[in-house]
């Protein structure tokens, strides 16, 4: 923590009445979307140490891949070695029974029960929400045709638990929850062999507590090949889920089509709408939450002019008084902006166009925006609403979509772990009410299979 006198904040502002705000954040987008392609000078040196070459993250990924598929569990062994620089095998990789039991019994038992009111909060959110079977009948000639749709839960499912810089129990339950919710029987939780990870105690609790029994210390590009391709220790999954830094990100891109992904995650991102009513403390607070994350990304759009400086100063205050501030800083002046709007319908169209992962409407009445605002992973509403009660309690998952792809895709729940499937009956009569068009549509495609396949059943005289 620093003097915030000594302290001054470069972040971005932009006026509209007198720019035009598009070209400056379709920059900002352009930064914020996954490149895969922007490396440190010391990642570049690591890079080259550790394969001889200096590969890009891209190659990097690509190998490691190649390498397990090929190889099975030594490659991954291997890579942890290299990468992690822990010496493990098929036994000490895996998270004993015991040692699940053993972190339970010592962790702090509020944390234990907080656990279980948010592992409530999700199942009672995710259940709700739940895609049910559904069955119709319609006529077609005589006879009636029978639709329906089935949904049943994937069979077996990994989640990414990242564990570098800090414990993330939080992503287990926004990931496992939903799953169980969905009724997945088969959990396989990958965590890198770090302190913060495979060894940490919060970690592997609250894993005994949701009834997780498969926790492997392996992570990066090498764990996320071994859950799609199965290896000695690790049988193949149907579904890769959890958040990751570049490397976890790309390999997920990877082995796409082998197993299916949530997403491919980028820096985590916050739009704050906000009007007159909008503290400015509380609006600092938002921004900076996302910004810590170091990379991570948080914007205000007003068209309350008194606001832009009032958040600044508010932002150097408190980032001065943060433990991870510096951190925060820097992501706010790369990542960041204060945008001033000429009214609350430019604000939300300036909010669709960066199409954020977290949108907060921090306004007097912040339902009667939802209706001019189409793009967000998720939408926060009111001054008493942070994301970070979306982030740990609320219920819906906290995995959403990132660098600007919520103009298309969504936050995970538990309807991305079922597999749905069509199913169609007919009988002979209603089979002879449709054979007319079936037969038509063929001819015009030219696929006379498709037509003789009806014909051969109701006769040719019935088409």
């Known amino acids: 923590m620093t003097d915030s006198s000594s302290q001054t904040l470069n972040i971005q502002t932009i006026d509209c009445h007198n720019e035009d705000p598009i070209a400056a954040l379709s920059e900002l987008r352009r930064k914020l979307s996954p490149r895969g392609d922007i490396v440190s000078a010391a990642g570049r040196q690591r890079t080259i140490d ?49 040692e699940l039991a053993d972190a339970h019994a010592a962790a702090d038992e509020e944390y234990l029960a907080t656990i279980r009111r948010i592992r409530d909060n999700v199942l009672e959110f995710q259940q709700a929400i739940l895609n049910q079977d559904v069955s119709i009948e319609r006529a077609s000639g005589a006879g009636r045709v029978v639709l329906g749709q089935r949904y049943l839960p994937l069979r077996r499912i990994g989640v990414c638990i990242p564990g570098g810089a800090a414990a993330y129990p939080s992503t287990l339950l926004m990931t496992a929850v939903p799953a169980q919710a969905a009724g ?24 005994h507590e949701l009834g997780i029994t498969e926790v492997i210390r392996v992570g990066g590009a ?10 000695e220790g690790i049988p193949q ?31 985590s991102e916050v739009v704050v709408l906000a009007d007159e009513t909008a503290r400015a403390d509380f609006v600092a607070s938002d921004l900076i939450s996302q910004a810590e994350h170091s990379p ?18 508010e932002l150097i205050a408190q980032l001065a008084q943060l433990e991870r501030g510096d951190l925060a800083r820097t992501s706010l002046e790369d990542y960041g902006a204060l945008i001033l709007a000429r009214d ?120």
């Open 50 to 98: 550790l394969f001889g070459a200096p590969l890009t993250p891209q190659q990097v990924v690509e190998k490691i891949c190649s390498d397990v598929r090929a190889q099975g569990l030594p490659a991954v062994l291997e890579y942890t070695a290299k990468l992690d620089r822990r010496e493990l095998d098929v036994d000490t990789m895996r998270v004993t029974a015991e």
């Open 184 to 207: 997945v029987q088969e959990i396989a939780v990958i965590v890198p062999p770090t302190d913060f990870g495979g060894y940490n105690v919060d970690i592997l609790a609250a894993c």
């Open 222 to 231: 090498q764990g996320v090949a071994a859950l799609a391709y199965g290896v």
């Open 237 to 267: 999954v149907d579904k890769i889920v959890g958040p990751g830094n570049l490397f976890v990100a790309l390999a997920k891109q990877h082995v796409f089509g082998d197993v299916d992904i949530d997403s491919i995650a980028g820096p």
């Open 296 to 313: 991570g990304s948080g914007v205000m759009i007003t068209w309350h002019q008194p606001l832009m400086e009032a958040v600044r100063a």
């Open 344 to 463: 609350a319908d430019e604000a939300c169209r300036l909010s669709d166009l960066l199409a954020p992962e977290h949108l907060h409407v921090s306004t007097a009445n912040p339902e009667s925006l939802l209706d001019k605002l189409q793009n967000a992973g998720a939408i926060f509403l009111g001054h008493y609403t942070p994301v970070a009660a979306g982030d740990y309690v609320a219920g819906p998952s906290h995995v959403l979509p990132t660098g600007g792809t919520a103009r298309f895709a969504n936050g995970l729940c538990a309807n991305d772990f079922l597999k749905r499937s069509s199913i169609i009956r007919y009988d002979e009569a209603s089979l002879r009410g449709d054979a007319g068009d079936i037969c038509r549509m063929a001819d015009k495609e030219g696929l006379t299979a498709h037509g003789a396949s009806v014909s051969v059943r109701v006769g040719a005289s019935d088409v």
